[in-house]
Nanobody, 130 residues
Framework: VHLVESGGGLVQTGGSLTLSCAAS????????VAWYRQVPGTEREGVSC????????YYAASVTGRATISTNSAKDTVYLQIGSLKPEDTAVYYCAAKYYGPAMTPDQAIINLKAHFDSWGQGTQVTVSS
């Protein structure tokens, strides 16, 4: 699984960004795709997850109401839009993906992926200025 994250940048508090996670050489059909973020020296935090087959989603409490995870019609890119950005959203954002089939809900998948995904990319830096 090769994923490419993009879309990060420097944004002011209250602004918004849309991050992209692109699949290279495959599509996300029937995959669970999750977004994580990490501040240096801290543990990677699960932010959101989508089951592409049925569109079921999960959001961490830290972004609930401010974030939307979605996929394009080709199902080769998953987006994470975050609004009302806060300085505490500053982190490197990563995505991960795996085929689990219908048995894994997105709240389960985001935990399992964090523990077992081994193809982490370079991520995309999001910096929110106060």
């Amino acid at each position: 699984v090769h994923l490419v994250e993009s879309g990060g940048g420097l944004v002011q508090t209250g602004g918004s960004l849309t991050l992209s996670c692109a699949a290279s050489g495959f599509t996300f059909d029937d995959y669970s795709v999750a977004w994580y973020r990490q501040v240096p020296g801290t543990e990677r935090e699960g932010v959101s997850c989508i089951n592409v087959s049925d569109g079921d989603t999960y959001y961490a409490a830290s972004v609930t109401g401010r974030a939307t995870i979605s996929t394009n019609s080709a199902k080769d890119t998953v987006y994470l839009q975050i609004g009302s950005l806060k300085p505490e959203d500053t982190a490197v954002y990563y995505c991960a993906a795996k085929y689990y089939g219908p048995a894994m809900t997105p709240d389960q998948a985001i935990i399992n992926l964090k523990a077992h995904f081994d193809s982490w990319g370079q991520g995309t830096q999001v910096t929110v200025s106060s």
